[in-house]
Each structure stands twice: as C-alpha cells, then as structure tokens.
C-alpha cells in the first residue's frame, strides 16, 4: 500500500463524503454524523455516528472478504474515513429480509417479527426524488438496468453475504432482520459489494431482550425516536469487534 492524498469532492450523499485520491484506483470515503430518514424528511447530528458506522462496515467487510465475498474495500484511515476502489454503482438497492419489519409490514399484510424462510429478495430503484420505488421484474428489465446473467450474480452474492452476516451477528447475540446493501462494478468488470454495511444500512435485534422496542439496535431507534442511537451503534461495535480482527490502516 502506498501513501495517498485526498483530491476534489466526487460525491455527497446523506451519510458520507466520497473524494478522488491522487491515485487513479483509490478513492477516500468520508463516514458523515449526519442521520436521516424518510428521504431525508427527518435530519440530526448525531456526534460519533460517522466513525461508529466506518468502524463497523471495515470490520464486516474484512469478515465478508474472508468467506470469499469481493468488495471494494481497500482499509481504514483515522477514525472515520474509508478507503475503497472505484466501483461504478449499480442504482439498485438490494434488501433483504429474514424478519418481516418495517416497510414490509406496512404494505403487506404481515405482523412485525413474522419469520421470512426463504428470506425475501426486494430490489429498489436508488432515486431519492423518487423514493426509492420498489422494482418489479419487468420494471428493471424495462430500465435495462442489468442483463438478466447480471442481476441473477447480484441476487446470488446477496444471499451468500446474508448467510455470512446471518452467521456473525448470531455468535455476537444479535438477530439481522433485514438490511440493504449496493453492488457496483470495477473497472475490470468484476461485481462487488460496496457502499457500507452498519446499523444505518441493518436492522438488528438483541436477542438477549425481549422488549419489542429495547431490543432495537439499529437506525430504527432514530426513526421512531427512541433515543440512545449512538449507544446502541457502539453497542454493536463491540459485539462485533469481539468476533473480528482490528481494521487494517491503509497508508
Ligand atoms: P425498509 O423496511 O424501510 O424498506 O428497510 C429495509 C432495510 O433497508 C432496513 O434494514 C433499512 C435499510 N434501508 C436503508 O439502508 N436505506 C434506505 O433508504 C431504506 C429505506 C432502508
Ligand atoms: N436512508 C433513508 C434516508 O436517509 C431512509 C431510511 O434509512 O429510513 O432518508
């Protein structure tokens, strides 16, 4: 690895920066304090947010480069900033469910906690002014968005990667309900995961707690203002810095 320097400002989203580097195969991830929901209807700081999710996501993208899985993960640098390889992102946001909740339960209907065995593959189309619309077969074959080989390599990476996170949060007493993850593409073709993987991106439960509402250790405690967000992120930090190597530093 070799040194790096952060360059010009490619993209902002509502939860990280991403910057160009001075090398062309590198690009620098700024993990933001900034919370939000419902499109972005409902915004906070939350201090400490930005390097709890960059800590998470390096630790289970280490996990899920161990068990085979390709992401575009490079290595971490100081506490919230992320380094990863170019990836042109597939504008398809791909959830899976083992647990009905959330969205789910508001439009089908399905008690909240029901078992999804297979678990559930729902695609949406990334567009926030549109709302993330849920995509139906022939809507994404319509977009051309992915060959049909394309997209049955995304579904199938997806739930091996839900089966490897399926069995890392179980030893950390964690349940994973559902959780929403991207795919993009490398320059040499290649598909792999990117984005991040945190309690943003996941829903999950202490199975320790029974309380429907104390049990939330993910974003859902900032949407339906439970308080104690940063509390239960580091809570999930670590349970899963105890099954995980540190980080590697990058640089
Ligand atoms: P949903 O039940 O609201 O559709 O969310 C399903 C999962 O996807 C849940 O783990 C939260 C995650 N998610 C995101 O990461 N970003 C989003 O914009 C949305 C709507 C959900
Ligand atoms: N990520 C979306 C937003 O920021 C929705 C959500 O996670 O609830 O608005």
Not at 129 to 142: K, N, S, V
Not at 222 to 238: H, M, N, P, S, T
């Amino acid at each position: 690895m070799t040194a790096y320097r952060v360059a010009q400002l490619l993209h902002e989203g509502k939860a990280k920066r991403v910057y160009g580097t001075d090398q062309d195969d590198l690009v620098a991830v700024e993990f933001k304090d900034d919370a939000t929901a419902f499109n972005a209807q409902k915004k906070a700081q939350l201090a400490g947010k930005g390097a709890l999710n960059c800590r998470i996501s390096a630790l289970i993208f280490e996990h899920l480069e161990r068990c085979g899985v390709p992401t575009h993960y490079c290595g971490v640098d100081g506490s919230n900033w992320m380094l990863v390889r170019p990836v042109q992102v597939v504008p398809v946001e791909v959830v899976i469910r083992n647990v009905a909740a959330g969205s789910l339960c508001r439009q089908l209907p399905l008690a909240a906690g029901t078992a999804l065995e297979p678990p559930l593959l729902d695609l949406y189309y990334k567009d926030d002014a549109l709302g993330d619309p849920l995509l139906t077969e022939a809507r994404l074959a319509m977009l051309g968005l992915l060959s049909a080989d394309q997209r049955q390599q995304l579904e199938r990476l997806a739930r091996q990667i839900n089966q490897h996170l399926l069995a890392l949060f179980a030893r950390c007493d964690l349940q994973l309900v559902d959780f929403k993850i991207e795919l993009g593409f490398t320059r040499d073709g290649e598909l792999v995961l990117a984005d991040e993987i945190s309690p943003d991106t996941c829903r999950l439960w202490d199975r320790a707690v029974q309380d429907s509402q104390d049990r939330i250790l993910d974003k859902d405690r900032f949407r339906q203002d439970l308080g104690g967000v940063i509390d239960a992120y580091g809570e999930v930090l670590k349970r899963v810095q105890q099954h995980c190597p540190e980080p590697r530093v990058y640089g």
